[in-house]
């Protein structure tokens, strides 16, 4: 029903910024809660930021918080994840999710359990 596309990943030394995009097709993009999750290999995958369908609200992991930053194009169906003063441990592939239904213009999700659609994930890889 929703099929969401990430982009912006690659590779960055220590330090470094990169954007990711996530272009979602299907749905009402407005309506729809957008999530921000990453896994390396051999770890399960982690909630990093979410955005509610107005973009007026955001959460992030502790980890996440003060360095990235997630923000949203509603004209453009797509969805940014903000990432500066990047660490190595912060490689990974990061994925996009969504739900299916809407709560609300304010409304948050920090589990994976919440989200029901995912895209095919961007790696990000930050060097030493």
């Known amino acids: 029903q929703v099929q969401l596309v990430e982009s912006g990943g690659g590779l960055v030394q220590a330090g470094g910024s990169l954007r990711l995009s996530c272009a979602a097709v299907?749905?009402?993009?407005?309506?729809?809660?957008m999530g921000w999750f990453r896994q390396a290999p051999g770890k399960e995958r982690e909630f990093v930021a979410t955005?509610?369908?107005?973009?007026?609200?955001?959460d992030y992991a502790d980890f996440a918080k003060g360095r990235f930053t997630a923000s949203r194009d509603n004209a453009k169906n797509t969805v940014y994840l903000q990432m500066n003063s990047l660490k190595p441990e912060d490689t990974a592939v990061y994925y996009c999710?969504?739900?299916?239904?809407?709560?609300?213009?304010?409304?948050?999700?920090?589990?994976?359990?919440?989200?029901?659609?995912w895209g095919q994930g961007t790696q990000v890889t930050v060097s030493s």
């Open positions: 999710a969504t739900r299916s239904s809407y709560k609300g213009p304010t409304y948050l999700y920090t589990a994976r359990y919440h989200y029901h659609y």
């Open positions: 299907g749905g009402t993009f407005s309506s729809l809660v």
């Open positions: 955005i509610s369908s107005s973009g007026s609200a955001t």
